[in-house]
T-cell receptor, first 111, second 115 residues
């Protein structure tokens, strides 16, 4: 069974730009969660989607948004990028209330 | 909101010895506690989890214990091997009521197993 796939693996952007990250969950999983990982703040929850609806949201500004498609694939968008947005963005999928399984992340660097 | 404290931040053990990582959580409503292992360049990998209705769970060399009264849980790795070297994260989750688990993570423990 294929795991969680995140694309791209690496991304370099400049301040003020916007970026879209993609996540394909494990087949059959309907829940997709996004996390930001930085050396200073660790792993922080961004939001969770289930059946195309945002079910939970963390404490991040409105520049961070997401969506989920009917095939459970999810995208995360960050607008007006800031230097502090440099991080590893991780996606995790689950059946709904079960264990979350992570992808290998997208490393976003802001210049 | 939930707060998870994890100790120690670094841990070095000799190959074959045991390693113990401890976490405490703040919200008594938390009812699911997974542990993840993260290797360099990889995402966190679920290694074991425990729910609040269970006090202990074991899977080969790995075990997790939970003390709901004290609000702490621990990861125990026995007979450590060099491939156990990684960063380990504990997490706690609050069931939002809509059925989802929002994970709150500890800051991580970097485990080094010395051959």
């Amino acid at each position: 069974k294929a795991g969680v796939t995140q694309t791209p693996r690496y991304l370099i952007k400049t301040r003020g730009q916007q970026v879209t990250l993609s996540c394909s969950p494990i087949s059959g999983h309907r829940s997709v969660s996004w996390y930001q990982q930085t050396p200073g703040q660790g792993l922080q929850f961004l939001f969770e989607y289930f059946s195309e609806t945002q079910r939970n949201k963390g404490n991040f500004p409105g520049r961070f948004s997401g969506r989920q498609f009917s095939n459970s694939r999810s995208e995360m968008n960050v607008s007006t990028l800031e230097l502090g947005d440099s991080a590893l963005y991780l996606c995790a999928s689950s059946l709904g209330t079960g264990p979350q399984h992570f992808g290998d992340g997208t490393r976003l660097s802001i210049l | 909101g939930e707060n998870v404290e994890q100790h120690p931040s670094t841990l070095s053990v000799q190959e074959g010895d045991s390693a113990v990582i401890k976490c405490t959580y703040s919200d008594s409503a938390s009812n699911y506690f997974p542990w993840y292992k993260q290797e360099l360049g990889k995402g966190p990998q679920l290694i074991i989890d425990i729910r609040s209705n269970v006090g202990e769970k074991k899977d080969q060399r790995i075990a997790v214990t939970l003390n709901k009264t004290a609000k702490h849980f621990s990861l125990h790795i026995t007979e450590t091997q060099p491939e156990d070297s990684a960063v380990y994260f504990c997490a706690a989750s609050i069931n939002s009521g809509a059925g989802s688990y929002q994970l709150t993570f500890g800051k991580g423990t970097k485990l080094s197993v010395i051959p």
